[in-house]
């Protein structure tokens, strides 16, 4: 494998690059990049909703137990419908998602710390819970933030990778 990328120093270069170009994009249009992942994702959904509709039907054919696949086939195309025809609502219902799921999980570690504090001391657990919830109810109150924070997460990421391909592209051709 490192031979190979030593001898493709290039392909590196060209991966890094397209990364910075991707975390430019979202870092400086956050909307853009929330609506090209809810259509990335509709049309994941749209693909394995007809699979799954394609395995129900083999399934009936053979077994005649297809139900579960039936059932999940007709969801995945709603939502991609969904993601297709309203992709602002669905990028804020995702939001929404995971502020609840903030809330949710940050309330249980909320429990679960107190529990811990009163066994040795430990406060960290019930603020990481505070934290937590705090954030779904940020998320919760102005999910457009939600929107920009992803994209700027997802851009930063891309940014660092970039760099990093980058610059290990230039040290090795720099070595040949």
Excluded: K, Q
Aim: some cysteine; proline content about 2%; charged content about 5%.
């Amino acid at each position: 494998m490192a031979v190979i990328l030593v001898g493709n120093w290039w392909a590196l270069a060209l991966r890094g690059v397209a990364a910075i170009l991707f975390a430019l994009i979202a870092i400086l249009s956050p909307g853009i990049t929330g609506l090209a992942l809810i259509l990335l994702f509709g049309a994941y959904a749209l693909v394995d909703g007809i699979l799954a509709l394609v395995a129900a039907s083999r399934a009936a054919r053979l077994h005649g137990r297809s139900g579960a696949l039936l059932l999940e086939g007709i969801l995945d195309l709603i939502i991609a419908a969904i993601c297709f025809l309203w992709p602002a609502t669905a990028l804020i219902a995702l939001v929404y998602l995971i502020a609840i799921w903030a809330i949710v999980t940050g309330a249980a570690l909320i429990v679960a710390g107190i529990t811990l504090l009163r066994l040795v001391g430990e406060l960290l657990v019930v603020i990481g819970g505070l934290l937590s919830v705090l954030l779904g109810v940020i998320l919760l109150a102005h999910p457009a933030v939600g929107v920009i924070a992803l994209s700027w997460l997802l851009g930063v990421y891309a940014l660092l990778f970039g760099i990093a391909l980058l610059s290990a592209a230039f040290r090795i051709r720099h070595r040949l």
